[in-house]
């Protein structure tokens, strides 16, 4: 719950100098919605992958040894099977990518 927070308040924050592309959900989104070309959108993507890459570094170097183990996997909880998870991971990613169309509208006023 807590990231959810974060990436909601990431989007707010940052969603009208980024366009809110903080998530590949979000720029296939945009992609199918014509805001951004293929070419734009393959490259976002790829910079996404590259700084999911960079940030699991930095907090794998951050982390003691002992203390890595499964450390920024997501994984179910307990009695939660796949399909449950399936439909949390889908409603929340729908969550975020309506979020991030309503931040970038540049037809709102009323910010």
Same mark, same amino acid.
């Not at 924050?13 to 980024?18: I, P, Q």
């Given at each position: 719950f807590a990231v959810g +927070? +974060?990436?909601f308040c990431m989007v707010q924050?940052? =969603?009208?100098?980024?366009g809110g592309h903080i998530n590949p959900a979000v720029t296939c989104a945009m992609l199918v919605a014509r805001y951004v070309s293929v070419?734009?959108?393959l490259l976002y993507i790829m910079a996404q992958c590259v700084g999911a890459l960079a940030a699991s570094a930095i907090l794998k170097g951050l982390t003691p040894t002992d203390k890595q183990g499964s450390l920024g996997m997501t994984q179910l909880g307990e009695g939660v099977?796949? =399909?449950q998870g399936f439909g949390v991971e889908l409603l929340i990613t729908f969550i975020l990518?309506?979020?991030v169309f309503g931040v970038c509208d540049e037809r709102r006023n009323d910010v």
């Open positions: +927070i +974060i990436v924050a940052l =969603g009208h100098v980024s070419v734009r959108a099977n796949s =399909g990518v309506l979020t």
